[in-house]
C-alpha cells in the first residue's frame, strides 16, 4: 500500500512540477504576468506551448490514475500488481513530460499509451 500511496502523491506533485518549465519559458516572454498567466501562456510558441500542453496533460492524467487507485483501494484490491503498474505509470508520465519538452512527438505517445494503459489495468484490479 506504501507505493501505490507514494505513486499516488507523485502523480498528484507531478502537474505543479510541471508548471516550472512553464514560468521559465513565460518569463523569457517578457516576464511572468500573474495578473494574466493564462492570456501570456496562451502566446508561448514551441518550448513554452509543449511546456503549457504538459502540465495541463498532467491533469489529465491525474483524474484517470487516481480514480483507478482509489477504486482499488476502496474495494481492497491491493497487490503486487497494481503497485508494479502504478510505478509503471509514474515512470511513463515523467518520461512523458520530459519527451514533451525535447519535442520528440512519437516516444511521448508510446509514453502516453503506457501511463494511460497502467492506469486502466490498475482499474481492471479491482474487478
Avoid at 44 to 62: K, Y
Wanted: with cysteine; proline share 2%.
Amino acid at each position: 500500500m506504501t507505493t501505490l500511496l507514494t505513486c499516488l502523491l507523485l502523480a498528484m506533485l507531478l502537474p505543479y512540477l510541471a508548471k516550472g518549465p512553464v514560468a521559465v519559458a513565460m518569463e523569457k516572454l517578457g516576464g511572468y504576468d500573474n495578473h494574466q498567466p493564462r492570456a501570456q501562456q496562451a502566446q508561448l510558441t514551441g518550448f513554452g506551448a509543449r511546456a503549457v500542453a504538459g502540465h495541463q496533460n498532467a491533469f489529465e492524467s491525474l483524474l484517470i490514475f487516481g480514480l483507478s487507485v482509489l477504486c482499488v483501494i476502496a474495494l481492497d484490491k491491493v497487490n503486487d500488481t497494481v503497485a508494479l503498474l502504478a510505478v509503471g505509470h509514474i515512470i511513463a508520465r515523467v518520461a512523458y513530460h520530459i519527451l514533451y519538452l525535447l519535442d520528440k512527438s512519437t516516444l511521448r505517445s508510446l509514453s502516453w499509451f503506457v501511463a494511460t494503459g497502467c492506469s486502466f489495468a490498475i482499474f481492471a484490479q479491482a474487478f
